[in-house]
């Protein structure tokens, strides 16, 4: 009896299998994209130990699960290994019931199936890839005094060396709350974000509970995969609750927009579908982590990105070696392609060399001091630079060199070679990463603001313009718009000021029509910051306080007024300070530091 159960559970293995690549259809445990043939359901146990009908395939009637499957017993979140049991549903009938040791036989047969990719990723993934719950709540950039209604969102993410979870910073951008659930568990434990790099979107969680490491593994990166290596995308992805996954082909690898941190970084397309949850789960190639899925082009099927091995090294190296992330480099510099050979004829290029155009220097940069406009730069680390911008990059491909600047760390030297009036020499540059006059985002922070005399300051900000809705660029205010995308700082710590808006009181009446302009100058003296006119402000000696405002409208305030105005005017609008936390505990800061000297 058990030897004829034996032969026909391998037989029904092997007529199975083939049959089972032919659906599409949802499996009750695991939720395939339409671009991933589900080769075999294999629960979070060591070893498949139970044969049972599945419905939703028209196949023959025995297909692999496990015994111990943490989906239907929602107790357990430790897996032990059992024995087999053969189970004919049609019949109702055990058919037999074996010890692992007699399973030897097809034991082999297991084997080959575990060989597939996407069958590896699963079994990779089961203790590594958790589920990530965060409830968020973002600052209302028009009202800065308070919050928007908080609202729950959930990623994915894996662990990886050190007791660490990595997962994309969106999935946790501006939280108040954050739980992780690992595979076959219901328990959900608090989880904290150690570090957090909104450029790159990238975060790393941390959960003390000593309960939730038992039995998890990490998973170790591995290198950037090439053009049609296959990877398998693991998460949790939105139209169901088990852990997904998708399979495809790597399409491109190049530096592309990150949309979270709106910088430009190296990044690889694949053809498998990233949905909204999948956010932070690794695509596996062999039993390595090839990326971190983060984001697909919309409007496009089947075209997902993932974040590349050496930004997630950069990453982790950055927060290890300073505790905190730090950024990635740029040489704050605008370059003009020069393919056009009259161009480079004006620049005295002989025919051999190759290069770009300086164009635009930041002045807060180092290059400010080291290169000149119409300098053309012709390699960088010894990488010579084509005309395109571009540099040699693996198996005949080419990538721009700004991928070579990122990658730098802080205070690390670049050496290029320059052409300067016709001849060349050797440059050093000290890289940094460098801070735009207006901020592309500000996540994970309260914004800051000042409110005096019913006149609410803030500095301008990308997040300010996205209040004005999706089509911020064409309905905020032209000018404001203008500057945010344009314009560098001239120097360090340097902010765009503007007035957003007026509290109406008898104070300021006359004065309303002036919101939305950029502040100049308070009594005269040119303001670098929002902290620098709120000192100018507050430690005002004047009768009156004359504010300048860009063309050339002027507000005046009787001093003492505007004071005892401004908490009628707070009390009015239930605003609990009339300055941000960060502008009073500077305040704070200085006075305790002078009472000690």
């Not at 699960?65 to 009938?93: A, F, I, R, W």
């Not at 950055?318 to 510099?333: D, N, P, T």
């Not at 019913?454 to 004005?468: C, K, N, W």
Request: charged content about 20%.
């Amino acid at each position: 009896m058990q030897l004829h159960n034996l032969r026909r559970a391998v037989q029904t293995l092997s007529t199975s299998i083939p049959l089972l690549q032919s659906h599409h259809h949802h499996h009750p445990l695991l939720s395939f994209s339409s671009s991933f043939i589900p080769k075999l359901h294999y629960s979070y146990s060591p070893k498949p130990t139970s044969f049972f009908r599945n419905i939703s395939f028209n196949v023959p009637k025995y297909v692999v699960t496990g015994e111990n499957n943490h989906t239907h017993h929602p107790n357990l979140c430790n897996n032990k290994g059992h024995s087999v049991d053969l189970v004919d549903h049609e019949d109702g009938l055990v058919e037999g019931r074996f010890d692992n040791e007699e399973l030897e036989g097809i034991e082999p047969i297991i084997d080959g199936l575990r060989n597939t990719d996407a069958y590896a990723a699963i079994e990779l993934a089961l203790d590594s890839v958790v589920k990530i719950f965060t409830v968020a709540s973002s600052p209302n950039y028009f009202l800065p005094w308070q919050n928007k209604s908080q609202r729950e969102t959930m990623g994915s993410g894996f662990v990886i060396s050190g007791r660490r979870i990595m997962t994309n910073a969106h999935v946790v951008a501006d939280h108040t709350f954050v739980l992780v659930r690992k595979h076959g568990c219901p328990t959900k434990y608090r989880a904290e974000v150690l570090a957090v790099g909104h450029e790159c979107d990238l975060a790393i969680l941390v959960v003390e509970n000593e309960e939730f490491w038992q039995g998890m593994n990490h998973l170790d990166l591995g290198e950037i995969p090439f053009l049609q290596e296959a990877v398998a995308v693991v998460g949790y992805p939105q139209g169901g609750d088990n852990i997904s996954v998708t399979k495809g082909v790597v399409s491109r690898v190049e530096p592309t927009q990150y949309v979270h941190g709106a910088t430009q970084l190296l990044a690889i397309q694949i053809d498998a579908a990233i949905n909204p949850g999948n956010s932070g789960g690794p695509a596996i190639m062999g039993d390595k982590v090839a990326g971190v899925a983060f984001q697909n082009l919309s409007g496009a099927e089947n075209i997902g990105y993932i974040i590349p091995v050496p930004v997630i090294k950069h990453f982790i190296a950055g927060v290890e070696e300073c505790g905190k992330y730090v950024g990635f480099c740029s040489l704050g510099l605008s370059c003009q392609a020069m393919e056009n050979k009259q161009l480079r004829e004006h620049f005295g290029m002989d025919p051999g060399l190759t290069g770009v155009l300086v164009s635009k220097i930041n002045p807060i940069s180092e290059a400010h001091k080291i290169l000149k406009k119409d300098d053309v730069i012709l390699a960088f680390d010894g990488v010579p630079i084509a005309n395109d911008g571009s540099v040699p990059f693996r198996n005949r491909e080419r990538i721009t060199f700004d991928h070579l600047v990122s990658m730098k760390k802080p205070n690390e030297k670049a050496e290029l070679k320059v052409l300067r009036n016709g001849k060349e020499c050797d440059l050093v540059i000290n890289v940094h990463p460098l801070q735009p006059l207006v901020p592309v985002h500000q996540f994970d922070k309260l914004p800051s603001y000042y409110i005096f005399a019913g006149l609410v300051f803030i500095p301008l900000s990308q997040p300010f313009l996205h209040e004005y809705g999706e089509e911020w660029y064409n309905t905020s205010p032209r000018r404001l718009c203008e500057r945010a995308l344009r314009e560098q700082p001239k120097k360090v710590g340097e902010q765009l000021v503007i007035l957003s808006q007026v509290l109406m009181d008898d104070i300021n009446a006359g004065y309303e029509r002036l919101a939305e302009l950029q502040v100049r100058r308070v009594n005269g003296e040119e303001i670098d910051n929002l902290k620098h006119l709120y000192q100018l402000v507050e430690e005002c000696k004047e009768k009156n306080l004359r504010i300048d405002l860009e063309d050339d409208r002027v507000i005046v305030l009787d001093y003492d007024k505007s004071k005892f105005a401004t908490s009628r005017i707070l009390k009015r609008h239930r605003i609990p300070s009339s300055a941000s936390t960060d502008l009073v505990e500077t305040e704070q800061e200085q006075f305790v530091s002078a009472s000690h000297t």
